[in-house]
C-alpha cells in the first residue's frame, strides 16, 4: 500500500514550463511502475509517462519530446518535467503507483494551459 501526494500544478502561459512532484509514502525503489496520467474534463483518464523499477521510460505520443518523467528513490518522489506547454496539455494530472496489480492514485494536481 502506499498513498501518494502531488504538487506542482498552477496556471502557465503555452510555451511555458512546469515541473510536477509526486511524493510516495514508502520507499519506491522496488514499485514496478508509477506513472503520471492526464484527465481533461469529459474526458477519460489517460497515461502521459511511466517509469519502471529500472528506470525504463514510456510516453504518450503527445508527450515525446516535450515531457520526461523521473525519480528519485532517496526522497521516494516521482517528477514529470513539462516543456513546451500546450493549451490542450489542461487537465487534472495524477499520480499513479502500481503494486502487486493493485492501482493506487494520488489526489491530483491543476494544470492549466492558457494565455
Known amino acids: 500500500q502506499v498513498q501518494l501526494v502531488e504538487s506542482g500544478g498552477g496556471l502557465v502561459q503555452p510555451g511555458g514550463s512546469l515541473r510536477l512532484s509526486c511524493v510516495a509514502s514508502?520507499?519506491?525503489?522496488?514499485?514496478?511502475?508509477l506513472g503520471w496520467y492526464r484527465q481533461a474534463p469529459g474526458t477519460q483518464r489517460e497515461l502521459v509517462a511511466s517509469?519502471?523499477?529500472?528506470?525504463?521510460?514510456d510516453y504518450a505520443d503527445s508527450a515525446k519530446g516535450r515531457f520526461t518523467i523521473s525519480k528519485d528513490n532517496a526522497k521516494n518522489t516521482v517528477y514529470l518535467q513539462m516543456n513546451s506547454l500546450k493549451p490542450e496539455d489542461t487537465g487534472v494530472y495524477y499520480c499513479?503507483?502500481?503494486?502487486?496489480?493493485?492501482?493506487?492514485w494520488g489526489q491530483g494536481t491543476q494544470v492549466t494551459v492558457s494565455s
Open positions: 514508502r520507499n519506491i525503489f522496488s514499485i514496478r511502475t
Open positions: 499513479n503507483a502500481i503494486i502487486s496489480y493493485v492501482n493506487y
Open positions: 517509469i519502471s523499477s529500472g528506470s525504463s521510460t
